[in-house]
């Protein structure tokens, strides 16, 4: 990221735009003990904000996007930015004691090269569509500041403390308000500042803040899919969005098959789905020799009809001496990734007579599931005996059978 604020170059015939995300909050609603705060929690591949801030980098007419943050959060929030090459985004500024305060830094920040409008965007608000974007902007060129927000479809209530209903409010005209709020600098600028010089504290959004200052503000469609993340249930229901809209957009379904063995030897113990089984035997091979991860890699090859292990991860290449195979299995799912796939479903079965495999296949699913990227509800994991027939009856090798179900754009 630019250490500068100067503007990139732009056509001149349009007005510049800035965007500030106001990232400084540490809201607990969606929070553990364990969790970061919402903004930097992953959301199926990425971090929120990482996403919120491609959602303006990726519109044509945002010059400029400015992260408002915790002042605790900068390593988080490298981490969580991590990619973003784009001159666009410009160096985090510290927030303030309240939401306020953290948005007056962030037009602070913009003064020294002020833009013509800016838009000021919770980060949590990862899925705003392009033509809100565009409505906000497009309103900024007839009006001082623009709301964007959803009708009330609802019957609304408004209830006493002890939880009686005791008024039905009409809801004919009743918006909830969102994100982005848009604004021409100047006057957003000069409103938050005579707000601040008269100790006026605690107010929760700009529009607001141009309404004290007497501007009019106009409401725009902001799309009711555009959601704040606030609690574990919205987290949950983003999941479970994202994931569908992957799938829908992977319509070509292809299934692949896998097989392997490997020969049993004197040793003290197996490797099988990336789990190490103490035992009087091992395989032997020239990687850690897992088989189930060697059948599972194949079919995930095999769905992408690209070879098998033995053409990318050769016996012959001292590089793979003893290398773990789960190094195989997650090359397999970078080629899918590549071509815009993912793995919806893998299913592994191990034939062996010893060891005994149940005590150790939940963390065998979990094993599979992390090196793949996908959930533990994606991955089978299951043994059988060969009945005392055959090699693996004798106890002279273990073999393993894996199915993937992978689903990849349509080509184009």
């Known amino acids: 990221m630019p250490s500068s604020v100067t503007s990139p170059a732009r056509p001149s015939a349009r007005p510049t735009v800035a965007v500030i995300l106001v990232a400084a909050g540490r809201g607990v609603r969606a929070a553990s003990a364990e969790a970061p705060p919402k903004q930097y929690r992953r959301l199926h591949d990425r971090p929120v904000i990482a996403r919120t801030i491609s959602a303006f980098l990726d519109h044509p007419g945002v010059d400029r996007v400015l992260t408002v943050i915790h002042p605790d959060d900068r390593d988080l929030y490298a981490v969580a930015v991590a990619g973003l090459d784009d001159p666009r985004l410009f160096p985090p500024v510290p927030g303030g004691a309240d939401r306020q305060a953290s948005c007056l830094a962030g037009l602070a920040a913009l003064a020294a090269d002020a833009p013509d409008y800016v838009l000021i965007h919770d980060a949590v608000r990862p899925f705003i569509r392009r033509d809100a974007i565009d409505r906000v902007i497009e309103a900024l060129g007839r009006e001082v500041a623009v709301l964007c927000g959803v009708p009330v479809i609802d019957t609304v209530k408004r ?8 008024e039905t409010v009409p809801r004919q005209g009743l918006w909830r308000a969102a994100t982005p709020q848009g604004f021409r600098y100047a006057e957003i600028a000069a409103a938050h500042k ?6 006026i504290t605690g107010v929760t959004d700009d529009a607001a803040v141009a309404e004290l200052a007497g501007h009019r503000v106009l409401l725009v469609d902001g799309g009711a899919d555009n959601v704040k993340l606030t609690t574990a249930e919205d987290f949950q229901m983003a999941e479970q969005r994202l994931a569908a809209e992957a799938f829908l957009a ?6 692949g098959t896998g097989y392997d063995v490997h020969v049993l030897e004197p040793g003290d113990g197996v490797t099988l789905c990336g789990v190490f089984i103490p035992h009087d035997r091992r395989l032997k091979g020239h990687s850690d020799a897992d088989v189930a991860l060697h059948a599972l890699t194949d ?13 990318h991860f050769p016996p012959s290449d001292d590089r ?11 090359d397999a799912v970078r080629r899918l990734a590549e071509r815009g796939g993912l793995l919806a479903h893998c299913d592994v079965t191990i034939i062996a007579e010893a060891p005994k ?27 059988t005996t060969n009945e005392g027939l055959g090699f693996a009856g004798r106890r002279e090798g273990i073999a393993a059978i894996a199915t993937a179900t992978v689903r990849l754009p349509l080509a184009g």
């Open 194 to 199: 005579a707000l601040a010089a008269r100790g």
């Open 250 to 255: 992977c319509p070509d379904v292809r299934v």
């Open 320 to 330: 793979w001496r003893g290398a773990a195979s789960r190094l195989f299995l997650e």
């Open 159 to 166: 209830a006493d403390a002890a939880g009686n209903v005791v």
């Open 299 to 311: 079919a995930i090859l095999g769905a992408l009809g690209d070879g098998d292990i033995g053409k």
């Open 357 to 383: 495999v149940g005590p150790h296949r939940e963390a065998m699913r979990a094993a599979i599931a992390e090196a793949c990227g996908i959930a533990v509800d994606r991955v089978g994991v299951k043994a």
